[in-house]
């Protein structure tokens, strides 16, 4: 069990450090509801987070540098997403001193577990507070969403059910359940999945209250297991003990159960060729929470 990644134990008591959580989602449904003009698809997607995911340690510079460790593998620190909200911030705050920032990754890149977009945003909410910028939660998910369509969703800290694009959030409160999450090897390309001829688009729009009354799935889930039949082995084999799906365009692919115990006997079967973890959904996220408790 993977537990030294979880938040739990970091936000049970006051803290005055200086690492932040970036916790992980989940799309715990994602239909595909139309394509516009423009090629952007219309949808339908319900987000979660996790007590699991990444650490950025933020220090405060007394030059105008942004430094970004370690460096990741095909990753220029200027492409980092981390990097690059941290510059859009000091200059649409005109803020005149840098940061240093270390990103502890640990959740897998390409995995659809929202990684890349959770650490920018939590580089925004952390250098907003340490640089003592005060700038809004509305302002700066506007500042996220130029960075990636998910980013708002972590900066605003709700679970939430996406529409359009994925830019019309509305709060709502799923049940918490517990998961076991798989990660195949290899990166799914989401350009790949959206443009694949096979995709569905053209699931009917519905309520949120219709949506969650239903059993949940995912529109991308058809083409990704045609691409990558791993993914299609470790579906099927999480659907032996529990309703699995996939989440977002994947590769990673989660089964829910109703308590950690559950959860934690089917994760000790994995064998050592799959990578995988335990992790309790969150409506709040884990960032917010660690927020309220720090001192």
Known sequence: MLEQHTFSTALARPHTTNRY?????????LYINGQRADGYHELQTLFQFLDYGDWLTVEARTDGDIRLTPHLNDVTPEHNLVYRAAKLLQRHSRYPFGANL??????????????????????????????????????????????????????????????????????CQPNEKWYLVIKPTGAISTATIFQAPGLTRNTPKKSLTALLRQDFSNDCEKVVKDHYPEVEQWLNWLLQYAPARLTGTGACIFAEFDNRIQAEKIYKQLPNTVTGFVAKGMNRSPLHRFLENTV
């Open 21 to 29: 959580p970036c916790p992980a989602k989940l799309n715990l449904f």
């Open 102 to 171: 270390h990103l502890e990754k640990i959740l897998p890149i390409g995995g659809g577990l929202g990684g890349g977009s959770s650490d920018a945003a939590t580089a925004l909410v952390a250098l907003n507070r340490i640089w003592q910028l005060n700038l809004t939660t509305n302002q700066l998910a506007e500042l996220g969403l130029t960075l990636g369509a998910d980013v708002p969703i972590f900066v605003h800290g709700h679970a939430a059910f996406a529409e359009g694009v994925g830019e019309k959030l509305t709060p």
